[in-house]
C-alpha cells in the first residue's frame, strides 16, 4: 500500500493537505478517496471512491444518484472539447465563465431590475455572444451551446462546470467545487458590466464590489491570466501571452506587469502582452501589495483563486439551492514536483521552471481518459 503510494506520488502531486500529508483511507490494497484540497479549504474533488491511477473519479462510484449523469458530461466536456489539455478552448473556458458571470450586479438587483449572473446567458442568447467584450468566445460558445439539450441541463451548470474543468486542465489549477441545479437564464445580461483593461483601478473595483468581490478577491481572480492571450486588444499581436508559460497555472504572471527581472512595466518580454488594467492592478498603491503577494506563492493564489471562482460560479445563486457534485473533479495537478533540478541550496526560486518531461507525464498519468492520441 506504501509503495503504491509512493509511486503513485512520485510522478506528479495533487494537492496535499494542510499538514502535508496525503489522504489515503486504507482500503488495502487500493489506493482511495484522496482528497484534493480545494480553493475552499475542503476536501473536495477526486472524492468518488476508489482511484485509479488516473485519480480520475469513476462513475461506479458516484456518491450522490444526482451527480451520476455529471460523470458523462464532465467527460464530454474534458475530453470532446478540452481533449483534456489547457488549449485555446480551455483558456476560452475560463475567459467564458467570468464573462457569463461578471454581468452580475448587486445595485440591479437591489432595484429588481434585469440582471446577469453565473446562468449561462451567454449560451443561450445568440446576441449577447456578439457584443464586442465577448469577442474570442464565440468558438467555445459554439461547443458548449448543444450539451444543455443533448443532456437536458442547464445552460448555466454547463457553462460553469466548463470552466471549473478547464482551471483544471491547466497544470497548477485548482479544484474549484462544481455546483449543478442552477435554472435556465431569466434574461439577455444587461450590457456594459463587463470590464474595461482601460477602466482605472478605482472604477474596476467599483464594478468588481458590485459583483460581491473585495479587492483582495479580484486580485486572485484576475490571476486567470496566467492561462491568458490576447487577440483583440492589439490585433497586430494577436496571440501573445500574458505571462511567458501560457500553459500553465503559475504565478509567473504575477511577475510580469511589473517583469521583476527589469522592474519596469514598460519592459515587455518577448512574445508576451501587458493589459493596462493588469499594470494597474500590480502598481496602484491600493491593489499592489494584493496583487503581488502571489507571487512565488502557488499555494496561497490556488487556494484565494479557487475561492473566488466559486463565488464567482454562484453569482445570482446560492450555494443551498444547488448540489455539489465535486466528487466528479480529477485531482489537481500540483506543480511542486514538476519543477526543474535546481543548482542553487536553501531557498527554493520564487518561480520554479516546470520541466516539460515531468509536467506531460503528469498529464499522460492525471488527465488520461480525455487525451487524443497523436
Ligand atoms: C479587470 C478585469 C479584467 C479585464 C479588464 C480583462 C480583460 C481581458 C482582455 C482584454 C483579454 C484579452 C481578450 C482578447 O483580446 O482575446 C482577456 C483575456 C482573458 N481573461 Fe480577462 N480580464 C479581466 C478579468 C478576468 C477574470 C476575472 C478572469 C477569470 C477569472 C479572466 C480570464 C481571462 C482569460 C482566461 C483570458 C484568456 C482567454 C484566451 O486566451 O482565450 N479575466 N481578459
Ligand atoms: C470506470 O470503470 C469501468 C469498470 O472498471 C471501466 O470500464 C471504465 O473505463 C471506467 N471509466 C472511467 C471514466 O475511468
Ligand atoms: C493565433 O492562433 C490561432 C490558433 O490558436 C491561429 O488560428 C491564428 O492563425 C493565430 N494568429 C496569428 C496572428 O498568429
Same mark, same amino acid.
Given at each position: 500500500m506504501l509503495l503504491v503510494w509512493l509511486s503513485f506520488l512520485?510522478?506528479?502531486?495533487? @494537492?496535499? /493537505?494542510?499538514?502535508?500529508?496525503? $489522504?489515503?483511507?486504507? *482500503?488495502?490494497? $487500493?489506493? #482511495? !478517496?484522496?482528497?484534493?484540497?480545494?480553493? +475552499?479549504?475542503?476536501?473536495?474533488?477526486?472524492?468518488?471512491?476508489?482511484?485509479?491511477? @488516473?485519480?480520475i473519479p469513476n462513475v461506479t462510484d458516484a456518491k450522490n444518484p444526482v451527480c451520476v449523469p455529471w460523470? +458523462?458530461?464532465?467527460?464530454? =466536456?474534458?475530453?470532446?472539447?478540452? $481533449?483534456?489539455?489547457?488549449?485555446?478552448?480551455?483558456?476560452a473556458a475560463i475567459r467564458l465563465a467570468f464573462h457569463d458571470a461578471g454581468t452580475f450586479s448587486l445595485a440591479l438587483q437591489a432595484n429588481a431590475l434585469p440582471n446577469g449572473g453565473a446562468d449561462g446567458s451567454l449560451l443561450v442568447d &445568440?446576441?449577447?455572444?456578439?457584443?464586442?467584450?465577448?469577442?474570442?468566445?464565440?468558438?467555445i460558445v459554439s461547443l458548449l451551446k448543444p450539451l444543455p439539450a443533448q443532456f437536458g441541463v442547464s445552460p448555466g451548470d454547463i457553462l460553469h462546470l466548463a470552466g471549473v474543468l478547464a482551471v483544471l486542465a491547466c497544470p497548477g489549477g485548482p479544484v474549484i467545487p462544481a455546483y449543478v441545479g442552477r435554472s435556465a437564464p431569466r434574461n439577455i445580461a444587461p450590457t456594459g458590466l463587463l470590464p474595461d483593461p482601460e477602466d482605472s483601478v478605482n472604477v474596476l473595483l467599483a464594478r468588481f464590489a458590485d459583483m460581491g468581490f473585495k479587492?483582495?478577491? *479580484?486580485m486572485a481572480l484576475i490571476g486567470?491570466?496566467?492561462?491568458? %492571450?490576447?487577440?483583440?486588444?492589439? /490585433?497586430?499581436?494577436?496571440?501573445?501571452?500574458?505571462?511567458?508559460?501560457v500553459q500553465i497555472w503559475d504565478t509567473r504572471f504575477c511577475n510580469?506587469?511589473?517583469? #521583476?527581472?527589469?522592474?519596469? /512595466?514598460?519592459? *515587455?518580454?518577448?512574445?508576451?502582452?501587458?493589459?493596462d488594467s493588469d499594470v494597474n492592478f500590480a502598481t496602484n498603491p491600493t491593489t499592489a501589495p494584493d496583487f503581488n503577494r502571489f507571487i512565488g506563492k502557488q499555494d496561497d493564489w490556488m487556494s484565494e483563486y479557487a475561492a473566488a471562482h466559486e463565488k464567482m460560479s454562484?453569482?445570482?445563486?446560492?450555494? %443551498?439551492?444547488?448540489?455539489?457534485?465535486?466528487?466528479?473533479?480529477?485531482?489537481?495537478?500540483?506543480?511542486?514536483?514538476?519543477?526543474?533540478?535546481? #543548482?542553487? %541550496?536553501?531557498? /527554493?526560486?520564487?518561480? &520554479?521552471? =516546470?520541466?516539460?518531461?515531468?509536467?506531460? !507525464?503528469?498529464?499522460?498519468?492525471?488527465? @488520461? =481518459?480525455?487525451?487524443? @492520441?497523436?
Open positions: 512520485a510522478v506528479a502531486l495533487f @494537492s496535499l /493537505p494542510v499538514d502535508g500529508f496525503p $489522504q489515503a483511507t486504507a *482500503v488495502a490494497p $487500493q489506493v #482511495t !478517496a484522496v482528497a484534493a484540497k480545494g480553493g +475552499g479549504g475542503g476536501e473536495r474533488g477526486g472524492g468518488g471512491g476508489t482511484i485509479t491511477g @488516473s485519480g460523470y +458523462g458530461i464532465r467527460d464530454a =466536456i474534458m475530453g470532446g472539447i478540452f $481533449q483534456g489539455r489547457c488549449g485555446d478552448n480551455a483558456r &445568440p446576441n449577447e455572444v456578439l457584443r464586442s467584450e465577448n469577442n474570442g468566445l464565440q468558438n479587492s483582495r478577491e *479580484v486567470a491570466h496566467t492561462t491568458g %492571450k490576447q487577440r483583440f486588444v492589439d /490585433p497586430a499581436a494577436a496571440n501573445t501571452t500574458f505571462d511567458t508559460t510580469t506587469p511589473l517583469d #521583476t527581472e527589469t522592474a519596469d /512595466p514598460t519592459t *515587455v518580454l518577448p512574445g508576451t502582452f501587458k493589459l454562484l453569482l445570482g445563486f446560492q450555494a %443551498k439551492d444547488l448540489t455539489d457534485c465535486s466528487e466528479i473533479l480529477p485531482l489537481a495537478i500540483d506543480l511542486k514536483n514538476l519543477a526543474e533540478a535546481t #543548482t542553487g %541550496k536553501g531557498k /527554493p526560486p520564487t518561480d &520554479p521552471v =516546470i520541466d516539460p518531461v515531468k509536467l506531460e !507525464a503528469a498529464i499522460q498519468q492525471f488527465r @488520461s =481518459i480525455w487525451l487524443v @492520441s497523436q
